[in-house]
């Protein structure tokens, strides 16, 4: 295999032909399905990315056991392999369905969708895509969502967002977790929102832990505020 | 990110455009790739040439790749600016997410032998 670069200038008559032929339109093309549907069915979307190990399956714990009796709540869980975190969601009361990639690093729309008719969607409030733990290639993939959401743990550093840009730049908010072990941590609140707005200034950031509860309510709340906008729209 | 799956798309999206007369006579692809695209040209060009070598109908079709900076549109000023060291700032101190280049993926213009 040759691996010299191969823009050679082109011999003999050449007629050119300008097109535009967008790489991701397939996704882009099953996002604005997704999100029509979820427009009619006033269900709001959220998309939860973050790196492996952030806390993304504790906190959705959490929140489904303080929201399953106050709204109809369902998740949708991407992994490259395994039930596990559709089991630990299911344990705490709420209906999730587990995709598996086998081997892809990110949710296409494409997978969504097909998860979505795995669900009953009738009455859903909230639908929420827990993404496969990558910072980098879920950024590049709309799967419809109304909000994306990108968690960030007080063990991974605070200068994470600059290093992973994309991710931070088309998040709506960054929440940081694991927050109880911020005296124990060379991390601040500050560092890491200073980081991330100088990407994305409209950023929203909260700070939680799902071992203290600390903001976990707030966390809640918000959610069921963007549930009630969406059905605002609705009506 | 995928190298290798994104040069099947461009052939794949190629195919989808053009009928297999044209693709005959494929001379080059040019691609814009924007800074936020998380796709590196020269990994690319490598993925492109190992992909032509299990399609020997492609063997004489060069890829040519315009890398493109990332730039926001300020929103208070008007103004176009270029982005480095991923601070999203306007030249005149406002910063802004409005991002108008740089997230190019893109096939822009296909040459083919007359």
Same mark, same amino acid.
């Given at each position: 295999?040759?691996?010299?670069?191969?823009?050679?200038?082109?011999?003999?008559?050449?007629?050119?032909?300008?097109?535009?032929?967008?790489?991701?339109?397939?996704?882009?093309?099953?996002?604005?399905?997704?999100?029509?549907?979820?427009?009619?069915?006033?269900?709001?979307?959220?998309?939860?990315?973050?790196?492996?190990?952030?806390?993304?399956?504790?906190?959705?714990?959490?929140?489904?056991?303080?929201?399953?009796?106050?709204?109809?709540?369902?998740?949708?869980?991407?992994?490259?392999?395994?039930?596990?975190?559709?089991?630990?969601?299911?344990?705490?009361?709420?209906?999730?369905?587990?995709?598996?990639?086998?081997?892809?690093?990110?949710?296409?729309?494409?997978?969504?969708?097909?998860?979505?008719?795995?669900?009953?969607?009738?009455?859903?409030?909230?639908?929420?895509?827990?993404?496969?733990?990558?910072?980098?290639?879920?950024?590049?993939?709309?799967?419809?969502?109304?909000?994306?959401?990108?968690?960030?743990?007080?063990?991974?550093?605070?200068?994470?967002?600059?290093?992973?840009?994309?991710?931070?730049?088309?998040?709506?908010?960054?929440?940081?977790?694991?927050?109880?072990?911020?005296?124990?941590?060379?991390?601040?609140?500050?560092?890491?929102?200073?980081?991330?707005?100088?990407?994305?200034?409209?950023?929203?950031?909260?700070?939680?832990?799902?071992?203290?509860?600390?903001?976990?309510?707030?966390?809640?709340?918000?959610?069921?505020?963007?549930?009630?906008?969406?059905?605002?729209?609705?009506? | 990110?995928?190298?290798?799956?994104?040069?099947?798309?461009?052939?794949?999206?190629?195919?989808?455009?053009?009928? !297999?007369?044209?693709?005959?006579?494929?001379?080059? %692809?040019?691609? =814009?790739?924007?800074?936020? $695209? +998380?796709?590196?040209? #020269?990994?690319?060009?490598?993925?492109?040439?190992?992909?032509?070598?299990?399609?020997?109908?492609?063997?004489?079709?060069?890829?040519?790749?315009? !890398?493109?900076?990332?730039?926001?549109?300020?929103? %208070?000023?008007? =103004?176009?600016?270029?982005? $480095? +060291?991923?601070?999203? #700032?306007?030249?005149?101190?406002?910063?802004?997410?409005?991002?108008?280049?740089?997230?190019?993926?893109?096939?822009?213009?296909?040459?083919?032998?007359?």
């Amino acid at each position: 295999m040759s691996v010299e670069k191969s823009n050679k200038a082109a011999r003999g008559t050449v007629k050119c032909e300008n097109t535009t032929l967008h790489l991701l339109k397939a996704n882009d093309f099953v996002a604005e399905a997704i999100r029509k549907e979820m427009a009619d069915r006033g269900i709001l979307l959220i998309n939860m990315t973050s790196s492996p190990g952030s806390g993304k399956t504790t906190l959705l714990q959490e929140t489904g056991k303080r929201l399953k009796d106050k709204i109809n709540m369902k998740i949708l869980v991407g992994d490259l392999e395994t039930e596990r975190d559709a089991d630990r969601l299911r344990d705490v009361g709420v209906d999730a369905l587990q995709i598996v990639t086998g081997g892809i690093c990110h949710l296409e729309a494409q997978m969504v969708h097909q998860g979505m008719e795995g669900l009953d969607l009738d009455g859903v409030d909230l639908l929420i895509i827990e993404n496969v733990g990558n910072l980098v290639c879920p950024s590049s993939f709309d799967l419809g969502e109304d909000y994306r959401v990108t968690l960030v743990a007080t063990t991974e550093g605070d200068d994470k967002p600059k290093k992973y840009p994309r991710m931070f730049l088309t998040s709506d908010m960054m929440v940081v977790s694991k927050s109880d072990l911020l005296p124990y941590l060379p991390f601040t609140i500050d560092a890491v929102t200073e980081d991330a707005r100088d990407i994305n200034p409209s950023l929203d950031v909260m700070t939680v832990s799902s071992q203290s509860g600390e903001g976990i309510d707030a966390w809640c709340d918000w959610l069921l505020q963007k549930v009630e906008e969406k059905k605002g729209v609705l009506a | 990110m995928h190298e290798v799956s994104l040069v099947r798309g461009v052939f794949r999206s190629l195919e989808e455009e053009f009928n !297999s007369d044209q693709l005959a006579k494929m001379q080059t %692809i040019r691609m =814009k790739i924007g800074l936020l $695209s +998380n796709v590196e040209p #020269v990994l690319m060009q490598n993925a492109f040439n190992a992909v032509k070598e299990d399609n020997p109908q492609y063997a004489n079709v060069n890829l040519d790749i315009e !890398s493109i900076p990332i730039e926001v549109h300020c929103d %208070i000023c008007g =103004k176009d600016s270029v982005v $480095s +060291n991923y601070r999203f #700032v306007c030249d005149c101190g406002i910063p802004t997410n409005n991002v108008v280049k740089g997230e190019e993926l893109l096939i822009h213009q296909v040459e083919f032998l007359d």
